[in-house]
């Protein structure tokens, strides 16, 4: 018989009590029936953490936390404004092989007002406005924001949910995305919740996050892809769970499984002919909902509209 994962790692934790408060509750729903999930997983710091795992809302989360201070150096290191950096080709950016534009069309007019959350050097904020959008963005870091608004894209500095500029929240949209970056939001519920009271009537929420149960994690640690800074590694079923309680209905789960069949770091290759190849490949592997093993997928492409 084959174990799940989860059970395989699984294991009790001993409870401390600091005054009426567990302190190892889950820190997104305050659930106390949580778990250590794995063991020893290596940060960039050189540190390493557990990773647990909560029963009820099912994110998994590295515990303790490191707190900002210790990724900012990793943060900072991110090269925005290096010379020779560039937007890709925007009829290659835009092409209908993209799985993303391809949803985009499929669920969305691509008309009206866009929001890209966390739009880093704003990239997708870009491609959300040559497929036809009036795309905003906001970004926490002042370089990558500056760096975005050089390149003539309105990105504003700020965070979801403590600290969203009026320039962002003072306007209604009809697609907003969170594109890689919902694992670093300390606070799932009440983001979704303002996205929520942001988007029109009709609005698409567009999230693309790898997820907890890939294969990748297998023999890689939980901090190698998104630094030592992450808040939440997202599960399928977190993505359900918290969808549901903010007022989304999932309308399509797309996904990949790429990264079996690709070594690590192919992602990143620059090369003309090379990141065609692996272009092609990432595509082909975009799987739709009904073929994919969508709870061992490493990547997924979530669009949700308001209930
Ligand atoms: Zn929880």
């Known amino acids: 018989m084959h174990n799940k994962p989860e059970m395989a790692y699984g294991e009790a934790i001993l409870k401390k009590t600091i005054g009426d408060v567990m302190e190892d509750n889950c820190p997104f729903c305050q659930n106390s029936d949580v778990y250590i999930y794995k063991r020893d997983q290596k940060a960039r710091s050189g540190d390493s953490r557990s990773i647990y795992k909560c029963r009820k ?8 936390k490191f707190n900002k201070a210790e990724s900012s150096k990793h943060l900072l290191s991110i090269s925005t404004n290096q010379d020779g950096y560039k937007f890709d080709d925007p009829t290659r950016a835009v092409s209908h092989r993209n799985p993303l534009v391809k949803i985009l069309r499929k ?3 691509c008309r009206g007002t866009a929001l890209d959350i966390g739009t880093f050097d704003g990239r997708f904020c870009f491609i959300l406005g040559t497929v036809g959008f009036r795309a905003y963005g906001v ?9 975005a608004r050089k390149h003539g894209l309105e990105v504003f500095q700020g965070s979801f949910p403590e600290a969203v500029p009026e320039e962002v929240c003072g306007r209604k949209y009809d697609l907003i995305s969170l594109m890689e970056i919902l694992c670093y939001v300390d606070n ?5 919740r303002m996205i929520n009271g942001m988007l029109n009537d009709d609005g698409c929420l567009l999230i693309k996050n790898h997820q907890g149960y890939s294969r990748y994690y297998d023999s890689n640690s939980y ?8 808040q939440c590694i997202l599960t399928i079923e977190s993505l359900r769970y918290y969808l549901n309680l903010t007022g989304f209905k999932i309308v399509k789960i797309t996904g990949e499984t790429s990264t079996d069949l690709l070594p690590l770091g192919m992602g990143r290759i620059r090369n003309a002919f090379l990141g065609k190849v692996v272009n ?12 994919l093993d969508i709870k061992r997928a490493d990547r997924l492409i979530i669009t949700a509209k308001k209930i």
């Not at 799932?188 to 979704?192: R, S, V």
């Not at 901090?223 to 992450?230: C, H, T, V």
């Open 57 to 64: 809302c099912s994110a998994l989360y590295p515990y303790p």
């Open 107 to 109: 669920c969305t007019k």
């Open 139 to 147: 970004e926490p870091q002042k370089n990558a924001v500056e760096f």
């Open 188 to 192: 799932i519920e009440k983001t979704l």
């Open 223 to 230: 901090f190698s892809r998104y630094g030592d800074y992450i």
């Open 280 to 291: 092609k490949i990432y595509n082909f592997t975009m799987l739709e909902h009904t073929l």
